[in-house]
């Protein structure tokens, strides 16, 4: 069964802040992992990393994975009150069509 | 071009009843997949639809089963309620389902309270 384990649960920090969002995961026949943020209601797509080593960046966000070591990390520099949500990091296997998440992390950045 | 619509936005039921959630994905898409979050166990799999067809199924019991429409909307249905069973029941929708071939747009969920 495909796993994902997001660490730490919760985050407090100030605006500027830099923060490091770890997941790390087991699947069978690994695919894709992505990232999402999750403000309210509905996840928004952040990333999707397939290749260890390439770093995908976005603005202030950043994030890279380790196929070897079963790990990605999601990286915001500079924080701002506007990066508080939920971050929630998943795998898709060969199968496809569908999505493991981790638990997420919950951010939260005080001004 | 209008994103995925879930209805009802809020729904409260009683232990013992059944529910239906609706939604709508964008269109031309051809997937929906839905999903149950909850504090305890957040995001999990309930099931993926693909033209009409279930193509995959998470591990939930019988109790919750789906369908979807010519049109790609989809139905889930949740019979026998349990007080576990509250949650925010998430849809996606994309393409043609692959996560890593199409970008999954999600709805805003329907909020289940079972009393």
């Known amino acids: 069964e495909d796993k994902v384990v997001q660490s730490p649960l919760s985050l407090v920090v100030h605006e500027g802040d830099t923060v490091t969002l770890n997941c790390s995961y087991e699947?069978?026949?690994?695919?894709?992992l992505l990232w999402y943020k999750q403000e309210k209601k509905a996840p928004t797509f952040l990333f999707m990393l397939?290749?260890?080593?390439i770093e995908k960046k976005s603005g202030r966000l950043s994030s890279i994975l380790d196929k070897k070591e079963l790990f990605s990390i999601l990286n915001i520099t500079a924080t701002q009150t506007g990066d508080s949500a939920i971050y929630l990091c998943?795998?898709?296997?060969?199968?496809?069509?569908?999505?493991?998440f981790g638990g997420g992390t919950r951010l939260m950045v005080k001004p | 071009k209008a994103g995925v619509t879930q209805t009802p936005r809020y729904l409260i039921k009683t232990r013992g009843q059944q529910v239906t959630l609706s939604c709508s994905p964008i269109?031309?898409?051809?997937?929906v997949s839905w999903y149950q979050q909850t504090p305890g166990q957040g995001l999990q799999f309930l099931f993926e639809y693909f033209s009409e067809t279930q193509r995959n199924k998470g591990n939930f019991p019988g109790r919750f089963s789906g369908r979807q429409f010519s049109n790609s909307r989809s139905e889930m249905n949740v019979s026998t309620l349990e007080l576990g069973d509250s949650a925010l029941y998430l849809c996606?929708?994309?393409?043609?389902?692959?996560?890593?071939?199409?970008?999954?747009?999600f709805g805003p969920g329907t909020r289940l309270t079972v009393l």
């Open positions: 397939t290749s260890s080593g």
């Open positions: 998943a795998v898709e296997n060969n199968a496809g069509n569908m999505l493991t």
């Open positions: 699947v069978t026949n690994f695919r894709s």
């Open positions: 269109s031309g898409h051809r997937s």
């Open positions: 996606a929708s994309s393409l043609e389902g692959v996560p890593s071939y199409n970008e999954q747009f």
